[in-house]
């Protein structure tokens, strides 16, 4: 067990600046302490990846990441074999008998020529622990990938046809995450622990911009949020999420600003726009009206 109750989860967490909420601290703990996969569902840029990331320093663990996507393989997630060196190995070993030397066969499936990829190095024995594994957007692998992580997440074990079963020393610390772009399998979902990570409300996105903006003032932080709130409100503009939020903060703070300007603000539109033409809409006086709105409302605020 690495963490002995939920309020030590949250101070964990907390030291590493991830903003969790205690339901989400609950499940992380008995997904530890039950040697559980904690599978999180939610919208891209709620911080899903930033937990595990965060998990791993926090405990000083070893971070391993699988990034899924269509056409996901055994020989990228799990392992394949150094084929250079297995025919190295054994044109070596046909020179020496052509010399006239004694040479035994070589092993070419000695486990020096397997490859481990995160899932087989994930089982391998650590002295900082066992690591934390990232399985990363999960929904976007195929089904038939999904299904190879049944046996994997059952027993933490990898059959390796030429050299048996590897098995973990000490279950790794599985997070797997999905946007949703598909349904999970209820045999995926069994096999985990379950939470879904909603879009915060404006408070919490705010504590989350504090924590992960070192430096930003607060006056700074409140007004990024609103801002990415209300303009996500509009017609015209598609925004993101709270990495966005915090990508903003830590860019006006970087450049001396601490407070929202209508001008540095068209500056850095890339930033929460990832497309020209949302750009182009957004320049004109609706970005500069919704900044003198949230600033006005700002300085009534601190003003009352």
């Known amino acids: 067990?690495?963490?002995?109750?939920?309020?030590?989860?949250?101070?964990?967490?907390?030291?590493?600046?991830?903003?969790?909420?205690?339901?989400?601290?609950?499940?992380?703990?008995?997904?530890?302490?039950?040697?559980?996969?904690?599978?999180?569902?939610?919208?891209?840029?709620?911080?899903?990846?930033?937990?595990?990331?965060?998990?791993?320093?926090?405990?000083?663990?070893?971070?391993?990441?699988?990034?899924?996507?269509?056409?996901?393989?055994?020989?990228?997630?799990?392992?394949?074999?150094?084929?250079?060196?297995?025919?190295?190995?054994?044109?070596?070993?046909?020179?020496?008998?052509?010399?006239?030397?004694?040479?035994?066969?070589?092993?070419?499936?000695?486990?020096?020529?397997?490859?481990?990829?995160?899932?087989?190095?994930?089982?391998?024995?650590?002295?900082?622990?066992?690591?934390?594994?990232?399985?990363?957007?999960?929904?976007?692998?195929?089904?038939?990938?999904?299904?190879?992580?049944?046996?994997?997440?059952?027993?933490?074990?990898?059959?390796?046809?030429?050299?048996?079963?590897?098995?973990?020393?000490?279950?790794?610390?599985?997070?797997?995450?999905?946007?949703r772009t598909r349904p999970v399998s209820d045999a995926l979902k069994r096999r985990c622990l379950y939470h879904f990570i909603p879009d915060p409300d404006a408070p919490t996105e705010r504590r989350i911009v504090e924590a992960r903006a070192p430096g930003a003032f607060e006056r700074l932080s409140r007004m990024v949020v609103e801002a990415v709130k209300r303009v996500q409100r509009t017609e015209n503009a598609a925004l993101g999420d709270v990495a966005e939020a915090m990508a903003w903060t830590n860019t006006l703070f970087h450049i001396d600003k601490t407070e929202l300007d209508p001008e540095r603000v068209s500056a850095i539109l890339n930033l929460i726009m990832k497309y020209q033409d949302e750009m182009l809409r957004a320049e004109g006086s609706e970005i500069g009206q919704v900044v003198k709105r949230i600033r006005a409302e700002v300085d009534a605020l601190e003003n009352a």
């Open 1 to 179: 067990m690495v963490e002995s109750s939920p309020d030590s989860i949250l101070a964990l967490l907390g030291r590493g600046h991830y903003v969790a909420d205690r339901a989400l601290a609950t499940t992380l703990h008995l997904a530890l302490t039950l040697n559980r996969a904690l599978l999180l569902e939610g919208r891209a840029g709620v911080g899903k990846t930033a937990l595990a990331r965060t998990l791993a320093t926090a405990l000083g663990r070893r971070l391993l990441a699988l990034h899924c996507h269509e056409g996901l393989d055994l020989a990228h997630a799990v392992y394949e074999w150094n084929v250079p060196a297995q025919l190295l190995e054994l044109r070596l070993t046909q020179i020496a008998k052509g010399k006239g030397a004694p040479a035994e066969t070589p092993d070419l499936f000695d486990p020096r020529y397997l490859i481990r990829r995160p899932l087989l190095e994930a089982l391998s024995p650590d002295p900082a622990g066992p690591p934390v594994l990232l399985i990363d957007e999960i929904d976007r692998a195929d089904p038939a990938f999904e299904a190879y992580l049944l046996e994997f997440l059952t027993d933490f074990a990898v059959s390796v046809p030429e050299a048996g079963t590897i098995e973990a020393a000490a279950p790794p610390i599985v997070i797997i995450t999905s946007n």
